[in-house]
């Protein structure tokens, strides 16, 4: 495409602005006399032609700055990172022996042409037309040549030939000594002929591409045995606190009471769910035998990537662009992997920044494939602390490298140069670099915006390869349209992909959560394009991972036992929950069809006995087919219109292909039933919108554009796609994509596809395959917890609860459970606020919950304890958590339980039930520039209002109980320590929220200010109770009698 395209549907409108000119290939001679390093003119040279410093790019550098770049600098062109080859008559520099120039500088210095040379040199530089060297046609005449084209081209290609060559034989190797362990082949059968060969790769071929790794029996066992147990003691402990209630705090006693049944349906909710937890292997050898073989087309099934993003100031356009970028390197046929950024808010200093990074992909994705580095984000592969030169043997690494990591330098400059130029919006608007008025410059009055960059008609790499396409997309915005935030972003790119390259998948990715594993999209692909499983899976959810968290991980943002335990025991069920980001779809399943049904085998039965005898069972039998027939016709419904309507869409020319009216005419041949399902199929315009070209992607089970479609309908019908009016009267937000009604779309969305009866799948690979950023002072990470929170609330209040949703449906019993947990936890803020003030009332008033124990009072309070820290024990052991990420999760259960959890039921009341939106301002008060410093930054919010009155009543508690206690003898201390342990147990809990609240206090210790307080309001009791300056009284007390004498 040659600019960005924009319009509105409704306004019959279409635009075509060349704002920003898209980059193009290299050519390969310049015609420009102008240096662009210093600025003057070009010489000649003495045969009077132009000089040419690179011969591969033509990138115009005088003499004098191409010998000083090759003296001084790096010796390579400032734009394809090539050595420069030395030119006849300029002095030679350390490396020349070795470049692959040395050919060229021997003919210019001593004069020797070679014809019959030259074709053979040309051919083992460039590379072919279909951008694949072609090593057939390397015809070295001489030993010095040979080694230098081994080092240009030969070098990786080679090398990488070499590696696979003993990978493969390692690998029959093992497979062989594997069958003749088993005794199906003979040593003597084995051999190295081709056919041999040709079956092994077929035989592994077949295998399967993942395996379900159980949990070993040793561990799980034991730790279900603890959780019944552990059920049974709660039953018999709440029993006797029911049946013993404390007379003399009857109020505190009831309170306590319904809080710990609250707690005990709160931890069966979040317990049961993890009976089942599993892992999962991928063979991502297998998945290439089987789908990219040698010789043949690749089959492997085609991605489409979305990245959302909002503001580019409150979300830096250099993590949006490094994200893309790892995007653009990941390891997948380029021509199958196609990238659209939704940018929500128009914004011109986004439109930039993608135009800069497509620029700057054209060297960063030839480098990362070339040299196979990980992760393939700029930003954050230069910054590891780690060996760069480990397992690299390639001699030009290191120079290309350093020449990469100041080209990358130089584009974040320019994107910072964008983003300081974006703080200030002139009075006029944003204009393009044409003159042309940007069309966001309304963020909330514009069109809809498309620009292509890359791909098939975009700019080829330095190499002249094609790289993946990217797709810059702003949906159309207008006053009195309901846009529904991050859901209607995402509806939109399902349309926009649909339409221009209908991937029958789709990954989905925060603008913060980079590609850390470039083989991720594969290992979703082992389970996606699995001919048993792939078809019933609705998407494949990866673990988040997170940079830049604090090594004590002070506020569990990397949510540890969530990923790691969680989601592990539903993907034993039915699946994990959706969680945003992260996630591999199925389209198919996001458009609303339901799962393909599977044909159970029929059961054995018994002829032996007369047919009378088993007429109840016949009768059933009957019944069963008939409603099983039933469920086929109205749950199998699309499946079936999908591939009627796929063969009559393919048999069509490119005029009739968007003619929904001639779906009518296939309809002959057909009896009344599928006559009458057929005709429904104009019903599609209802649920999917007024758009044909959509409505036909839609019908194409395995992706692709229809025939007969060009560009230009394409760009049209793109454009209507995300018009604001689109969504009206038709079924999207309410059955079909991304589920409106919530701030957490993500949960609402997975909830309603595992209601219809699909199934998800948890991958977590050795290498972590995203990784994202998240907020790691205090303030922000409330903030983070209450917007979740919300939407769990919201999700209560409407009608997807799952409390009362979806019965009828699939949605298995245990699922069910982990979806009523994710919607009900913020509730549990309210018992939890009640119970961590009962400890210092308790202390306050002298009065305790709890009455005299007996002895078996006593044994179900220490097995209920000993239960608690037994299943925790036993769940690290299977999951591998460390008890550190397990301890950090508590801790911060209580914290977000007494604040945002609990800001969240009050506000999401007063939005579902009032109206009434309310929001919380954060205003920052300090800041630090040291690493973490972010960790010490002290905003305040009205969430610390909550767990700071807790701490501060606690401890207040705490010291007035040892005062009373000092008071009163050495008969009070007993009663006092149970107080004590309650008391203590909520400080602890709170003590990461103290330590945030106080900052970084000159690097004291929190803990030292804690105990500080605390021993010195102690002492000081003490001490006044000693009275150690007063003078005793040794003679009777005298008192007032009472008594008027």
């Known amino acids: 495409m040659t600019g960005l395209i924009a319009g509105s549907h409704q306004r019959n409108e279409l635009h075509v602005m060349h704002g920003v000119e898209e980059p193009r290939p290299a050519i390969r001679q310049s015609v420009s006399k102008i240096c662009r390093v210093c600025g003057d003119e070009i010489g000649l040279k003495e045969n009077g032609e132009l000089f040419v410093a690179c011969h591969e790019c033509g990138f115009p550098v005088c003499r004098p700055c191409y010998e000083y770049e090759r003296s001084e600098g790096s010796q390579c062109c400032p734009q394809c990172n090539t050595r420069y080859k030395r030119h006849k008559g300029c002095p030679r520099v350390v490396g020349d022996d070795e470049s692959n120039g040395d050919a060229d500088d021997f003919e210019d210095e001593f004069q020797i042409k070679n014809n019959r040379d030259t074709p053979d040199r040309h051919h083992v530089v460039n590379p072919s037309e279909n951008g694949d060297y072609n090593p057939q046609q390397w015809q070295p005449n001489g030993q010095g040549f040979s080694s230098i084209a081994g080092s240009v081209v030969g070098k990786d290609f080679e090398g990488e030939k070499d590696f696979n060559n003993a990978e493969w034989k390692e690998r029959v190797d093992k497979w062989k000594a594997k069958q003749e362990k088993r ?119 085609p991605v489409d990537v979305f990245v959302s993003t909002v503001d580019p100031l409150k979300e830096p356009p250099i993590i949006t662009a490094n994200t893309v970028l790892s995007i653009l390197s990941v390891d997948y046929p380029v021509e199958k992997v196609s990238c659209y950024v939704s940018d929500d808010g128009a914004s011109m200093l986004l439109f930039d920044t993608l135009s800069e990074t497509a620029e700057f992909a054209r060297r960063w994705v030839p480098f990362c494939k070339k040299y196979n580095i990980e992760p393939r984000a700029p930003e954050f592969y230069f910054s590891q602390k780690i060996d760069y030169l480990k397992d690299k043997v390639q001699p030009t690494f290191v120079k290309e490298r350093r020449a990469m990591k100041r080209e990358y330098e130089e584009f974040k400059v320019r994107i910072n140069a964008l983003v300081a130029k974006a703080q200030k919006k002139p009075e006029e608007g944003w204009v393009m670099q044409d003159g042309t008025p940007w069309p966001g410059n309304n963020t909330r009055d514009h069109p809809g915006m498309i620009q292509v960059y890359l791909g098939s ?124 980001t992260g996630c591999v779809f199925n389209r198919q399943a996001l458009y609303g069809y339901d799962p393909p049904v599977s044909e159970k085998r029929p059961k054995m039965t018994c002829d032996c006995w007369p047919s009378w005898c088993c007429c109840c069972c016949g009768g059933s039998r009957k019944k069963l087919k008939s409603k099983k027939g039933e469920r086929s016709l109205f749950g199998g419904f699309y499946s079936k219109k999908k591939k009627t309507m796929a063969k009559n869409y393919s048999k069509k020319g490119s005029a009739p292909i968007f003619d929904l009216e001639e779906i009518e005419e296939g309809l002959e041949g057909y009896d009344e039933l599928e006559k009458s399902s057929l005709m429904s199929q104009k019903n599609f315009e209802k649920r999917f919108g007024q758009s044909p070209v959509f ?69 977590v690979p050795k290498l972590a395959a995203f990784k994202g950023s998240a907020p790691i002072n205090l303030s922000d990470r409330l903030h983070q917890v209450l917007r979740w929170a919300l939407g769990s609330v919201e999700i209560f209040l409407s009608r997807h609860c799952p409390l009362w949703y979806g019965y009828g449906g699939k949605l298995k ?31 306050l008033t002298g009065k305790f919950i709890i009455p005299t124990l007996n002895n078996l009072a006593s044994i179900w309070f220490i097995a209920l304890f000993l239960s608690i820290i037994a299943t925790g024990v036993l769940e690290l052991r299977w999951s591998g958590v460390s008890i550190q990420d397990w301890w950090r999760n508590e801790q911060f259960w209580v914290i977000g339980g007494v604040s945002a959890h609990l800001f969240a039921v009050f506000q999401g009341l007063l939005k579902v039930l009032a109206g009434v939106d309310t929001n919380f301002t954060v205003t920052s008060k300090a800041a630090d520039d040291a690493e973490f410093g972010e960790l010490y930054l002290f905003k305040w919010t009205t969430l610390l209002i909550p767990p700071t009155t807790l701490i501060i009543l606690n401890m207040v508690g705490v010291v ?64 006044v109770r000693i009275d150690p300056f007063l003078p005793k009284q040794t003679g009777p007390i005298l008192r007032q009698c009472g008594v008027e004498c």
């Open 960 to 1023: 007035a109980g040892v005062s009373d206690a000092i008071n009163n003898g050495y008969g009070s201390w007993g009663p006092l320590f149970g107080k004590l342990f309650f008391a203590f147990w909520v400080i602890v809990h709170l003590y990461p929220f103290l330590k945030g609240l106080m900052g970084r206090q000159n690097r004291t210790p929190t803990i030292v200010v804690l105990w500080s307080i605390l021993l010195a309001s102690i002492f000081s009791l003490v001490w």
């Open 457 to 580: 008609q975009g700019a080829l790499d330095v190499e002249g390869k094609e790289l993946p396409r990217l797709v810059y997309v702003s949906r159309e915005k207008r006053p009195g349209y309901q846009h529904h935030k991050k859901a209607g972003a995402m509806n939109a790119l399902v349309r926009v992909s649909a339409v221009l390259t209908n991937a029958p998948f789709m990954l989905n990715l925060d603008c913060d959560h980079y590609i850390n594993n470039s083989k991720a999209v594969r290992e979703a692909m082992c389970f996606l394009m699995d001919p048993q499983l792939g078809k019933k899976l609705c998407y494949v959810q990866f673990p988040q991972r997170f940079d830049g968290i604090d090594r004590h991980d002070r506020y569990a943002n990397r949510n540890i036992v969530f990923f790691d335990i969680n989601m592990k025991g539903l993907d034993g069920i039915q699946g994990p929950v959706y969680v945003g």
């Open 813 to 843: 019993w245990l699922e069910r459970l982990a979806y009523t947990n994710t919607i009900v936890y913020p509730l549990t803020s309210i018992p939890l606020l009640a119970y961590c003030t009962i400890p210092a009332v308790c202390l």
């Open 183 to 301: 005794g199906l082949v003979s040593k003597d059968d084995g051999g190295n002929d081709k056919d041999d060969e040709d079956d092994i790769l077929m035989a592994e071929a077949r295998q399967p591409l993942w395996r379900k790794v159980p949990i070993p029996s040793s561990k799980i066992s034991p730790y279900r045995i603890v959780i019944v147990l552990r059920l049974i003691v709660l039953c018999f402990f709440l029993r006797f606190r029911i049946l013993t209630p404390a007379n003399d705090a009857y109020p505190l006693w009831l309170i306590s009471v319904i809080c710990e049944i609250w707690f005990a349906l709160s931890w069966i909710l979040d317990q049961f769910p993890k009976w089942f937890p599993i892992t999962r292997e991928t063979y991502l050898d297998r998945l290439s035998l089987r789908f990219e073989r040698e010789g043949e087309p690749n089959r492997l099934a």
């Open 695 to 763: 409505i036909a992607s839609t019908l194409m089970e395995e992706g692709g554009l229809p025939e007969g479609t060009n560009n230009t309908t394409l760009i049209k019908e793109a454009i209507h796609v995300i018009s604001c009016g689109y969504e009206e009267k038709t079924e999207w937000g309410k059955e079909i994509g991304w589920i409106y009604g919530s701030v957490t779309e993500d949960i609402l969305t997975g909830f309603k596809m595992h209601c219809r009866g699909w199934k998800s799948v948890y991958c």
